[in-house]
């Protein structure tokens, strides 16, 4: 029973890895340097906490590049339940780290406007903001791309967890619900202005919140079954 239980927990690592690395620069970060309307305290900010502007970089690429690697543990263990839902949970998951990788060059890019390089000189105060805030929208709007995969991911990863019986199949199910969620936030926020601010987005995003968490926790702690339970 070893051999699932071994590739369950460093699955579960990987994915605690992504989770903590995702909630830091994704969530904590942010919080502490972005205020939104305001380009001044937003560079002020960076520029007063510069080491946590860059910890947020760091974290993010270690999120990225775990989350390069979670699926293909995953492939290992699920594969046997469904060889085409597995290579497209491979694909879709894999498919978003270049796009998050790109997204957050756009950080690097704003070291960069507020280095001291003398090229920088021809920009008066406030330009140096407008560039650092489009950035930071340039960076946003790359995550938002990235999203549509980390939903999709989540269809057929949910579907073999579901269908695999070494995984609780209530996780299976939030996962599938959580690949609806991801696709109908980011459709909300292309068509509808004010969508970020709404009820609904706190929603929406509950479904793959507890799935994923779930999942990690599951795999990490419990680790799989080496047979499917029985129904």
């Given amino acids: 029973m070893e051999s699932n239980k071994r590739?369950?927990?460093?699955?579960?690592v990987l994915y605690l890895i992504?989770?903590?690395?995702?909630?830091?620069?994704?969530?904590?970060?942010?919080?502490?340097l972005h205020v939104t309307g305001d380009a001044a305290a937003t560079v002020g900010n960076i520029v007063a906490h510069e080491s946590l502007f860059r910890l947020g970089i760091v974290a993010g690429m270690i999120c990225y590049v775990a989350f390069l690697?979670?699926?293909?543990?995953?492939?290992k263990l699920l594969s046997a339940y469904g060889k085409v839902p597995a290579a497209l949970m491979v694909v879709f998951a894999v498919a978003s780290v270049p796009i998050s990788l790109m997204a957050v060059?756009?950080?690097l890019d704003i070291l960069s406007l507020l280095g001291d390089a003398d090229y920088l000189q021809v920009f008066t105060?406030?330009?140096?903001?407008?560039?650092?805030?489009?950035?930071?929208?340039?960076?946003?709007n790359g995550l938002q791309v990235?999203?549509?995969?980390w939903g999709l991911w989540l269809l057929p990863f949910g579907y073999l967890v579901y269908k695999s019986g070494i995984l609780p199949k209530v996780l299976g199910v939030l996962l599938m619900l959580g690949c609806f969620g991801y696709l109908i936030g980011i459709i909300g926020v292309l068509l509808f202005a004010g969508y970020a601010?709404?009820?609904?987005?706190?929603?929406?995003?509950?479904?793959?919140?507890?799935g994923?968490?779930?999942?990690?926790?599951?795999?990490?702690?419990?680790?799989?079954?080496?047979?499917?339970k029985p129904d």
């Fill in 197 to 210: 601010e709404s009820t609904l987005v706190r929603f929406v995003g509950i479904p793959a919140s507890v």
């Fill in 105 to 107: 060059a756009n950080k």
């Fill in 146 to 149: 990235a999203e549509i995969f």
């Fill in 125 to 140: 105060q406030e330009q140096l903001q407008a560039q650092v805030m489009l950035s930071l929208e340039s960076y946003r």
């Fill in 212 to 228: 994923e968490i779930g999942i990690c926790l599951w795999l990490l702690v419990m680790g799989a079954r080496e047979y499917p």
């Fill in 18 to 32: 992504v989770v903590l690395a995702g909630i830091f620069s994704l969530g904590y970060v942010p919080s502490q």
């Fill in 69 to 75: 690697l979670l699926p293909l543990v995953l492939y």
């Fill in 7 to 12: 590739t369950a927990r460093i699955a579960g």
